[in-house]
């Protein structure tokens, strides 16, 4: 069964500073891996998806990348902005025909102007 | 291109009740999902949908819960009857290209 573990469950860093949000997962035989983030009182948004082909993923102040035969996912935000202040999830793709996401608990990121 | 839809947004219940939750899923997803959160908690899956099958139910409490996606566009969880632990937030989900997964805003139920 895969277990997909976020350190640390809260982060509190100040304005500009980069940072990285660390997944680990137990089982490396994975499809995807998706990081969200949730803003309270919201649903989940899909920030960036790698495939397992892939290495990393970007997309603006954000980097995703992926190390399967570690067992690893780190997600880099270059430049926090008090705005980025949200909840921040891992999700590992199951590689079943089901492709099923199985949820960290969260990395609860505060950004202080 | 329109997001997940969800309803209701909040609902507050007696333990016993019944309770339903409403989900409309981007346009052309085939496959759509239902999770519960618990605070402080990342989503647990419930159910899977492909169209109008189930794909996967084996973590649905299926004493009290059932779920149902008629003519594999919507689809709608119950609750009956709802226990203190429920209280959650429910999140639907449907799957696009690369099983990419795109999220409602859920529903927060309370249960009292």
């Known amino acids: 069964k895969q277990e997909v573990t976020q350190i640390p469950a809260a982060l509190s860093v100040p304005e500009g500073e980069n940072l990285v949000l660390n997944c680990s997962f137990t089982d490396s035989a994975i499809y995807n891996l998706q990081w969200f983030r949730q803003d309270p009182g919201k649903g989940l948004t899909s920030l960036l998806l790698i495939q397992s082909s892939q290495r990393e993923q970007t997309s603006g102040r954000l980097n995703a990348s992926l190390d399967k035969s570690s067992g690893r996912s780190t997600l880099y935000i270059a430049a926090s902005q008090p705005g980025d202040s949200a909840t921040y999830l891992c999700a590992v793709g199951s590689s079943g025909s089901a492709r099923q996401l199985t949820f960290g608990s969260g990395t609860q990121l505060t950004v202080l102007p | 291109e329109a997001g997940v839809a969800q309803s209701p947004r909040y609902k507050i219940i007696e333990k016993r009740q019944s309770v339903a939750f409403w989900c409309n899923p981007i346009?052309?997803?085939?496959?759509l999902y239902w999770y519960q959160q618990i605070l402080g908690q990342g989503p647990k899956l419930l159910i899977q949908?492909?169209?109008?099958?189930?794909?996967?139910d084996s973590q649905l409490p299926k004493d009290r819960f059932s779920a149902e996606r008629l003519k594999g566009v919507d689809s709608t969880l119950k609750i009956q009857p709802a226990k203190l632990e429920d209280s959650a937030v429910y999140l639907c989900a449907s799957g696009g290209y690369y099983n990419e997964q795109f999220f409602g805003p859920g529903t927060r139920l309370t249960v009292l």
């Open positions: 949908f492909q169209n109008n099958g189930v794909v996967d």
């Open positions: 346009s052309g997803h085939a496959t």
